[in-house]
């Protein structure tokens, strides 16, 4: 496939199947820590070649890929389903904010100049100015996770796209598929092959990226834990980060509480509660406080979960059954630490 790393040391098959049923949805080469300088040499020919296009190339590329996507979005929505498990309303809403990032990164891409400072603020300089222009990086290694599995990729290689850098591109192993077929729709929109590297993965291959001398500039979405490890590990590099956190909303007296009880269901089981912006702490004022959890408690209890693919499910699977382990852990801690259980704890 276009874009897919070269693997020319012998490698095993990521095999990707449903986190629904189990059923086979597709399988990758995996890519080796050993093949990293050779992914490092095709990247450095991409980046000359991605630094050589000029701005309105940059832009019709991303345009084009777009509008494709815009026309194949029941497609990529219903990979999004099979392979990460988001139920199929979930997933079409991906697909549409993919559209609408690369047409956001298609317009940075001929906007995104530079810009002129007057030096006039001190006296002596009235009749100086400077100017800066904003030039490539080079090689950017970005890392993203399985729970957008489409979005994500489009948050890290539209914007590199629109700024002339090649990408070394690490989707999860869990969920890698949309962004091969995303990498692919940039290809066909134009894209030379090489600015883009697929290298699909786990975690010697995630480190060999993130310490290569060549890179950049390394964007990751994911968890802290890994977070750390990576700026610990990348040495002189820009580095953007998306990590987990301990999202809190706040409740007030004066609020809508059935609006508010809407909300923070939906943010706290959209994509099966596996998302780093969910609700994840929700503080209530002691007034609304008993309105509030019986509502919250009979709408998350009224929630259809099952499977993702049918239009009236609320709430597909978790990505594997360590996920849902992980899970049920953190709520057999909380009750030893107290808390009470008012809802669900009961593996489907």
Request: neutral net charge; proline residues 5%; charged residues 25%.
């Amino acid at each position: 496939m276009p874009g897919l790393a070269p693997n020319p040391t012998p490698s095993n098959e990521i095999i990707v199947n449903s986190p629904f049923d189990g059923s086979f949805v597709g399988a990758v080469k995996e890519t080796s820590a050993d093949d990293v300088e050779l992914l490092l040499e095709r990247a450095r020919r991409g980046a000359q070649i991605a630094r050589s296009l000029p701005r309105h190339h940059r832009s019709a590329i991303l345009e084009r890929a777009a509008a494709t996507i815009e026309e194949r979005k029941e497609e990529f929505a219903l990979l999004i389903v099979r392979e990460a498990g988001k139920t199929i309303a979930q997933a079409r809403k991906e697909a549409t904010r993919c559209v609408n990032t690369l047409k956001l990164s298609a317009e940075e891409a001929k906007r995104n100049a530079g810009e002129v400072i007057p030096f006039d603020a001190y006296a002596g300089s009235e009749s100086r100015q400077g100017w800066y222009t904003r030039e490539p990086l080079g090689i950017i290694t970005a890392i993203t996770p399985y729970n957008d599995p489409l979005n994500l990729v489009a948050h890290k290689l539209g914007p590199a796209i629109a700024g002339a850098n090649a990408v070394l591109l690490k989707p999860s192993e869990l969920a890698p598929l949309s962004a091969i077929k995303l990498v692919e729709v940039l290809i066909e929109s134009g894209l030379p092959e090489e600015v883009i590297t697929v290298a699909v993965g786990g975690a010697e291959l995630g480190k060999a990226l993130v310490s290569a001398r060549d890179v950049r500039m390394i964007s990751f979405t994911g968890g802290f834990v890994t977070g750390e490890a990576i700026a610990k590990a990348a040495g002189i590099k820009k580095l953007a980060m998306d990590l987990g956190g301990n999202a809190p909303v706040i409740v007030m007296e004066n609020s809508d509480v059935d609006a508010a009880v809407e909300d923070c269901v939906s943010g706290a089981f959209w994509a099966a509660g596996q998302n780093c912006i969910g609700t994840q702490r929700i503080l209530v004022q002691r007034s609304v406080y008993e309105r509030f959890k019986t509502e919250f408690v009979a709408r998350t209890a009224w929630m259809k979960t099952g499977d993702p693919m049918n239009s009236e499910t609320d709430m597909g699977p978790m990505i594997s059954v360590s996920a849902v382990n992980r899970a049920a852990a953190m709520v057999d801690r909380a009750i030893a630490a107290g808390a009470t259980l008012l809802c669900g704890h009961k593996p489907v």
